[in-house]
T-cell receptor, first 111, second 115 residues
């Protein structure tokens, strides 16, 4: 089983739709969680960190469920510019300081 | 401007010919990493470094070496490249190991082809 798993998609949604992605992680002691966005094989960029209580940044909401070991990203009122690959990132507490990326979920927002 | 700079951006090389991909950051970050990205597999961490002279293996270190002699530089060395190391490589840095509020900054990527 992969340490971090995401549905690869693609998710094809119309503009204005609400879309949600999940990401599961296997190490229950994992400490930090993030969502990154990557456009067309360019460098990933931080979208948002994920806090235990959940957090929101404009149209984006991230949640953490430690009991079920997943994090989620909700995008409301999708824009064409949201089309990208969304990467889930976890830092497992394995005695080292690795950073584990999911393979990404591809989103296409269409007019 | 905060930057992670890696070179070369594009390289085609032959099997067995040693090469080095340089990485430099101007943010005085302690934590630096190298990743490779392959279709369907996402970014996989090759090596990371907590500080000068402190390096550790990521998930896919075989065939790679790194060094951290200065805080700003973290070169990736392929002593004897093979075709299965054809990939897109990213260097990254952050102030400390990633935690909420602590952004990872990535270089623009290096496309490496080994023939």
């Amino acid at each position: 089983r992969k340490e971090v798993e995401q549905d690869p998609g693609p998710f094809n949604v119309p503009e204005g739709a609400t879309v949600a992605f999940n990401c599961t992680y296997s190490n229950s002691a994992s400490q930090s969680f993030f969502w990154y966005r990557q456009d067309c094989r360019k460098e990933p960029k931080l979208l948002m960190s994920v806090y235990s209580s959940g957090n929101e940044d404009g149209r984006f909401t991230a949640q953490l469920n430690r009991a079920s070991q997943y994090i989620s990203l909700l995008i409301r009122d999708s824009k064409l510019s949201d089309s990208a690959t969304y990467l889930c990132v976890v830092t497992p507490n394995t005695g080292g300081f690795k950073t584990i990326f999911g393979a990404g979920t591809r989103l296409f927002v269409k007019a | 401007e905060a930057q992670v700079t890696q070179n070369p951006r594009y390289l085609i090389t032959v099997t067995g010919k040693k090469l080095t991909v340089t990485c430099s950051q101007n943010m005085n970050h302690e934590y630096m990493s190298w990743y490779r990205q392959d279709p369907g597999l996402g970014l996989r961490q090759i090596y990371y470094s907590m500080n000068v002279e402190v390096t550790d293996k990521g998930d896919v270190p075989e065939g790679y070496k790194v060094s951290r002699k200065e805080k700003r530089n973290f070169p990736l060395i392929l002593e004897s490249p093979s075709p299965n190391q054809t990939s897109l490589y990213f260097c990254a840095s952050s102030l400390s190991p990633p935690r909420p509020g602590n952004t990872i900054y990535f270089g623009e990527g290096s496309w490496l082809t080994v023939v």
